[in-house]
Each structure stands twice: as C-alpha cells, then as structure tokens.
C-alpha cells in the first residue's frame, strides 16, 4: 500500500506553508513519510515508507519535484526498482 496522500501546499490544502524539518504517521504511529519542507515546498531527502515500517521509497525533491535517482522497495525491503527522475 501506498502511502496516504496529504494536501499539496500549491493546491491550497495547507493552513499555512510548512517549513523547516516534517513526518507523517500512519495512524498506528508508524512513519509514513520524512522531509524537509522551505516555505512550503519539498526539498532535499525524502523517505516514504509502507504501513509495516519498512521503506517504500526514497530520493530528492527540489521545489516540490522528484529529482535524481529514486529507489523503490517492496513491503519486505527488498529493491524494486531505481528511476533517474534527471535534474
């Protein structure tokens, strides 16, 4: 399973623009995803991870865009996949 999806802070979802270090939980308390947000943009290293804890995915966003090489992973931690999202 995917992680949830949360409001995008360019769709007006947000109260305010997050900024500085977040996480996300699923509701059991286990993390769903960390980053760092600059005045309510993704930037620098983001992990995401499936509901049992294991990670899901990983990678760079800047200004809000996937950016470099990002890995994906199945449920058990093992590497699906590795795509170059380039600059």
Excluded: I, K, M
Excluded at 36 to 49: A, K, L, M, N, Q
Excluded at 59 to 81: P, T
Aim: no cysteine; aromatic share 16%; glycine share 14%.
């Amino acid at each position: 399973a995917r992680p949830r999806p949360w409001p995008s802070p360019r769709s007006g979802g947000w109260r305010a623009r997050p900024h500085g270090p977040w996480r996300w939980w699923y509701e059991d308390g286990t993390p769903q995803a960390v980053g760092t947000f600059e005045h309510g943009v993704r930037v620098g290293p983001w992990s995401y991870y499936h509901p049992n804890g294991q990670l899901w995915a990983e990678g760079v966003h800047a200004d809000d865009r996937a950016v470099g090489v990002w890995r994906v992973y199945d449920e058990s931690g093992a590497l699906l996949s590795e795509f170059d999202h380039g600059e």
